[in-house]
C-alpha cells in the first residue's frame, strides 16, 4: 500500500492555516483575552502531529463527506481541546517541558494555565459550531464530541488518583489508557468526522472497531517512549514518567513480576521525582526490561495495532481511504524509541 503522508500533510498544513486564521478573529473579538490566546496559539504552533483533526477529517470522508472549508474547520477543533487537556495535564504533573519548549504553567503558573485551558476548551467547542455544518450534523456530531471530553476528564481523574496509590492492576491501567486518551485520540475524533458525514450505524461500529485497539495501543506507546524515548523526539524529559510516578500498564506489568523487597524497592523509588539521582532512574529503567515489563508491553501494542487494521481491512473501503487510515494508525503507534 503506497504511503499516504504527502496528501495527510497538506491536509495538516491546512488545520494549522484555519487555526492561526480562526484564533486571530478571536483575538480581535476578545481583546482582554488576547495575552491567553497568544500562548494557545504558542502552544500549538510548538509542533505535534495533529492526529485527531486527522483522524477525524478521515472519518467524515470514509463516511462520504467531501473536502472543504467545514471538514478543515470541525476537525482543527479538536486541536483546541487537546490543547485544553495538555495545558491541564502539565499543571497536574508540574510538567516544565513539553515539545521542546517551556509549559504554559512553567512560564505562568497555575492560576494563568488553568485559565488558557479552558479558554482553549471553550473555543474548540466555538470553532467546532461556526464550522458551517447544518445543524442537524452538528447535534449528530455532539454526542462523540461530548462523550469524549466526559472521558479524558475521568481518565484524567483516574489517573490523578492512581499516582497515590502503589498498587495498580494491568486492567485498571488499561482502562485508564482508554479513557485518558485512546478513544480521545482516535475512536471518538473518527466517530465525530463520520457522524457529521451521515454515517450507518454499520460503518460507525466498524470505525470503533478500528480506532477502539489502534487508540489504545497509541497510549500504550506514548508510555513506551516516557520512559525509554529520545528527549529529542519526544520533546520532554526520557525520565519523566518514572520521576512523576506514572502507574501505567508498563508500570503494572513490572510491579506484577517482582516480589519481595525487590517489588518494595520499586515501588518506593518509583514516582521520587528530583530525589531520585541518575543512576536510580537508570537502574528502574532497567527493572522494566529485565522483568520482561517493556517486551509485555510491546507485544501487547503489537496486537492490539494489528486487531485495528484488521478492523480497518474488514471495512472494505476504497483504496484511497484504507490508505490514508492505515498510515495514520501507524503514525499513531509505530513512533520511534
Known amino acids: 500500500m ?21 484564533l486571530q478573529s478571536k483575538r480581535e473579538e476578545l481583546s482582554e483575552a488576547r495575552p491567553m490566546i497568544d500562548e494557545i496559539s504558542r502552544s500549538i504552533s510548538a509542533g505535534g ?27 482543527s477543533s479538536l486541536e483546541l481541546l487537546h490543547t485544553f487537556a495538555l495545558v491541564h495535564d502539565d499543571i497536574m504533573d508540574r510538567s516544565h517541558e513539553r515539545r521542546g519548549l517551556p509549559t504554559t504553567y512553567s512560564l505562568h503558573g497555575t492560576d494563568v494555565a488553568l485559565l488558557v485551558g479552558d479558554l482553549a476548551l471553550v473555543l474548540a467547542d466555538a470553532a467546532l459550531m461556526e464550522s458551517g455544518f447544518e445543524p442537524a450534523a452538528l447535534r449528530r456530531a455532539f454526542e462523540p464530541y461530548s462523550r469524549m471530553r466526559q472521558q479524558v476528564i475521568a481518565g484524567q481523574y483516574l489517573d490523578v488518583v492512581a499516582a497515590r496509590a502503589a ?8 482502562r485508564i489508557a482508554v479513557l485518558k486518551s485512546g478513544r480521545y485520540t482516535i475512536q471518538e475524533p473518527l466517530a465525530i468526522g463520520a457522524a457529521l458525514a451521515g454515517a450507518t450505524s454499520d460503518l460507525m461500529k466498524g470505525l470503533a472497531a478500528f480506532g477502539g485497539p489502534i487508540g489504545e495501543a497509541f497510549q500504550l506507546r506514548d508510555d513506551l517512549l516516557g520512559s525509554f524515548g ?28 517482582l516480589e519481595g523487597s525487590a517489588r518494595s524497592s520499586f515501588q518506593q523509588r518509583w514516582g521520587g521525582g528530583d530525589s531520585l539521582s541518575s543512576e536510580d532512574v537508570a537502574e528502574l529503567k532497567q527493572i522494566l526490561v529485565d522483568s520482561g515489563a517493556r517486551a509485555r508491553c510491546e507485544g501487547l501494542l503489537t496486537g492490539l495495532r494489528d486487531q485495528g487494521l484488521k478492523a480497518l481491512d474488514d471495512l472494505l473501503l476504497d483504496a484511497e481511504l484504507s490508505s490514508a487510515l492505515t498510515e495514520l494508525a501507524l503514525r499513531a503507534t509505530d513512533r520511534v524509541l
Open 230 to 257: 529520545d528527549t529529542s523526539e519526544t520533546g520532554k524529559p526520557a525520565d519523566s514518567d518514572i520521576r512523576q510516578g506514572k502507574r501505567h500498564v508498563l508500570y503494572a506489568f513490572a510491579l506484577g513480576s
Open 2 to 22: 503506497p504511503p499516504f503522508w504527502p496528501e495527510l500533510a497538506a491536509s495538516v498544513e491546512e488545520f494549522d492555516a484555519f487555526l492561526a486564521s480562526f
Open 167 to 174: 498498587e495498580m492492576s494491568v486492567e485498571k491501567a488499561r
Open 49 to 75: 502531529k495533529r492526529l485527531r483533526p486527522c483522524f477525524c477529517y478521515w472519518g467524515y470522508r470514509a463516511a462520504g463527506g467531501d473536502d472543504g472549508a467545514q471538514i478543515v474547520a470541525a476537525s
